[in-house]
């Protein structure tokens, strides 16, 4: 008798790893499983994981992926985001659901698209991953070729920029490099436990229209 992977139950902020999935079982489990599913997979060389987020998670990576675009509505910057969307390359064996991605500088070559190819198609300039109970495994990343990668743990943001195929620590984003993410998003993210969702985002919005004029004035 063969299990099937809906058999399968998982607890919130427990992970699964599979070996020895090629790629036709990769592309029939997301299949399968739909684009409605809680579960996120992450898929290298044969190996799958397969991961169920807890609530804190969910939390994390919506009010970051909210701060994040109230930073590109300020700036007046159009983007495109994409949330959990699965990105794969069959030629190399990769496939990686970010928590948030964000299209930036590459948004006109992907508006409008149902589905991004990226044979033909850019990854996104910015991926988020909440490392609240896994930690990220960054050769999906690097080798899709995810210019910045973001990893809040819970308590800090880490910023990974990719250098000659490799991330390197980042005090700075390149996508903000005038704004002090890595410093602001954790202390507005805490902020959004208290205060509430709404009365964050007003506050962070009237932070970065203020931050931005002190710039400009410069």
């Known amino acids: 008798m063969q299990l099937a ?3 399968i139950v998982m607890k919130p902020g427990h992970a699964l790893l599979l070996k ?6 990769f592309e029939t489990l997301l299949d399968d499983l739909g684009e409605t599913r ?11 994981e397969i991961m169920a987020p807890l609530a804190i998670h969910e939390d994390s990576k919506k009010i970051i992926g909210n701060l994040i675009e109230i930073i590109l509505e300020e700036l007046n910057i159009e983007f495109r985001a994409l949330g959990s ?6 030629k190399m064996a990769q496939g990686i659901e970010a928590d948030e ?18 044979t033909i198609d850019p990854p996104p300039d910015l991926a988020i991953e909440i490392d609240i109970s896994s930690r990220t495994r960054f050769d ?10 973001w990893r809040y743990n819970g308590k800090t943001l880490e910023i990974n920029i990719l250098q000659e195929d490799r991330y390197i620590n980042s005090e700075t984003s390149s996508q903000f490099p005038t ?3 890595i410093r602001e998003i954790p202390r507005y993210l805490e902020k959004s436990k208290t205060a509430g969702r709404n009365t964050t985002m007003r506050a962070f919005r009237s ?8 710039r400009t004035q410069r």
Do not use: H
């Not at 999906?140 to 990668?149: H, S, T």
């Open 5 to 7: 992977f809906n058999q």
């Open 20 to 25: 020895d999935i090629n790629w036709q079982m």
């Open 38 to 48: 809680a579960a996120r997979l992450s898929y290298s060389k044969g190996m799958l």
């Open 85 to 90: 969307t699965t990105f794969k390359n069959e």
């Open 101 to 118: 991605c964000f299209y930036i500088q590459n948004e006109a070559l992907v508006r409008g698209k149902d589905r991004i190819d990226l």
């Open 140 to 149: 999906n990343y690097e080798l899709l070729g995810v210019p910045e990668l």
């Open 179 to 181: 704004i002090p993410v």
């Open 207 to 214: 932070w970065i229209r203020q931050t931005i004029k002190n």
